[in-house]
T-cell receptor
Framework: EDQVTQSPEALRLQEGESSSLNCSYT??????LFWYRQDPGKGPEFLFTLYSAGEEKEKERLKATLTKKESFLHITAPKPEDSATYLCAVEGSNYKLTFGKGTLLTVNP | AAGVIQSPRHLIKEKRETATLKCYPI?????VYWYQQGPGQDPQFLIS???????DKGSIPDRFSAQQFSDYHSELNMSSLELGDSALYFCASSKGTGEPGANVLTFGAGSRLTVL
């Protein structure tokens, strides 16, 4: 069974204080690793797809990286508007998407 | 750009009542998914449809059923509602090309069900 573990569960940063979120996974035949952002009471919003170790993708202050066992979402100089829950999900060889429980990021001004 | 449309956005029901949620996927997306998300929880997969046929089933209670219609919209029917069914219900759609990593889900804004 595919598993996704995200850490930390919650992270509080000061504006401008860079950090990383972790997503560890076990999956049978990785077809893709996805990062989503979710604001309270709203649907997850797609950020990135990574599908091979060594791959990196960037979007504004966010950078996602992938190894064979984990992915990191690096947040550089975060702003309060980056506050959200960040969800990691993997798609395995069964084409199913398995989500982690997310990291709740709070960025204080 | 068109997004995934869900209705109603909020729904309040009594125990043992029935509720129906609707989802209109992005045009030309061939797969629809339903997820349930409890407070502070990650989205739990319920069921999916590919080209109007059920393609996969997750942790969907027997009290729940879903279908996809000829116009590709989908409905999730929930009967004999229980307090524990209170949650956000998300619909998502995708246009999977079969390529690894291409199966990006676009989520709707969700329907919040409260069972009293």
């Amino acid at each position: 069974e595919d598993q996704v573990t995200q850490s930390p569960e919650a992270l509080r940063l000061q504006e401008g204080e860079s950090s990383s979120l972790n997503c560890s996974y076990t999956v049978s035949g990785l077809r893709g690793l996805f990062w989503y952002r979710q604001d309270p009471g709203k649907g997850p919003e797609f950020l990135f797809t990574l599908y091979s170790a060594g791959e990196e993708k960037e979007k504004e202050r966010l950078k996602a990286t992938l190894t064979k066992k984990e992915s990191f979402l690096h947040i550089t100089a975060p702003k309060p508007e980056d506050s959200a829950t960040y969800l990691c999900a993997v798609e395995g060889s069964n084409y199913k998407l398995t989500f982690g429980k997310g990291t709740l990021l709070t960025v204080n001004p | 750009a068109a997004g995934v449309i869900q209705s109603p956005r909020h729904l309040i029901k009594e125990k043992r009542e029935t509720a129906t949620l609707k989802c209109y996927p992005i045009p030309r997306h061939d797969t629809v998914y339903w997820y349930q998300q409890g407070p502070g929880q990650d989205p739990q997969f319920l069921i999916s449809f590919y080209e109007k046929m059920q393609s996969d089933k997750g942790s969907i209670p027997d009290r729940f059923s879903a279908q996809q219609f000829s116009d590709y919209h989908s409905e999730l029917n929930m009967s004999s509602l229980e307090l524990g069914d209170s949650a956000l219900y998300f619909c998502a759609s995708s246009k999977g090309t079969g390529e690894p990593g291409a199966n990006v889900l676009t989520f709707g804004a969700g329907s919040r069900l409260t069972v009293l």
